[in-house]
């Protein structure tokens, strides 16, 4: 466990240090939160908040993996295609705030970046790290699913990465909900370096690298919590998604993240329910979506649903748990 926690306690206290020296450089830079007016109103007053605190999350995540002294091909893709993630949603982040764009990269440019990026993931997992094409199939043991596995991947990737994205609209909501998603992982990476899945992957390298993450998202919490100091950006959003796709694969437990990121999946169906609806029948089924919002249209406290959430989180995760361990056994 020890893989888990030191690698969790370094990123804390890099991210602490980092979060805390990025706010006034953004602040310099007039990186500032541009809010659409057809949100929730009372987020206006939340206009020019600092934004791209994600940039930090890529800054510890280097650091402490040079600290914690994991160097292992399975730290290079982990870390890689995360980064990658975080570069595309910079790149969307900098367009909403320094070229004034609001809906910062056009739809079909992102959609690309990010099939690009999971078409990556998906080639160095099969064929570089010797993954295969099974998965963890609940009461089953790995099953081989061959060319149907890239199918699943792809809708996975998207699905986390996305789901993570809309997650992300209250104060502290997306860092608190994944942290307990991470923390999840890194106790699965470390019963895996006993019991190894794929027996090619370094799950010790794996348990450091979600560690890592759980780290990065609870120091952000201190800044993020309401009323934030600073929001991570689709720089952080996208790179935390890109991360637990990263883990949901190399550990074999696609099937499994439907429950461990049930507040991911809620979130992306209350969307697609919405939209599906307002299309078909011009009505809505809520009072705006993602669904965290609706909430605040009733009344809700941000608070209240940020801390509602991450019971739902935490509930989710621990239910995965017992699915995974009770089934593996």
Partial sequence: MNHLLFALIA??????????????????L?????????????????????TMGGLAFIAVLVVATLVYGVYDVVTLVACGITILYGCLGFCDDFIKTVKKR????????KMLGEIV????????????????TSLHVFGAGFKEIGVLYYI?????????????????????????????????????????????????INYGALTAFAGIMAGICLSFLFYNHYPA?????????????????VLAILTGTELLLIIMGGVYVVEALSVMIQVSCFKLTGKRVFLMTPIHHH???????????VIMFWLASALCVGIGLILFFTTMA
């Fill in 117 to 132: 990026i999971a078409a990556l993931l998906i080639f160095l997992a099969v064929f570089v790290l010797d993954r295969g």
């Fill in 152 to 200: 699943l991947a792809f809708l996975l990737i998207a699905g986390v990465t996305n789901g993570v994205n809309l997650n992300d609209g209250l104060d502290g909501l997306a860092a608190g909900v994944s942290f307990f998603v991470f923390l999840g992982y890194g106790m699965i990476c470390y019963w895996c370096i006993e019991h190894p899945p794929f027996p090619a």
């Fill in 229 to 245: 100091k600073v929001f991570m950006g689709d720089t952080g959003s996208l790179l935390l998604g890109g991360a637990i796709a």
């Fill in 11 to 28: 990123a804390f206290i890099l991210g602490l240090i980092a979060v805390k020296l990025l706010i006034p450089l953004l602040v310099r």
């Fill in 30 to 50: 007039k990186f500032g939160q541009n809010i659409r007016g057809e949100g929730p109103q009372r987020h206006l007053k939340k206009s020019g908040t600092p």
């Fill in 102 to 109: 609001s809906l910062g990269l056009r739809a079909y440019q």
């Fill in 295 to 305: 909430f605040e249209q009733m009344g809700w406290s941000e608070t209240k649903i």
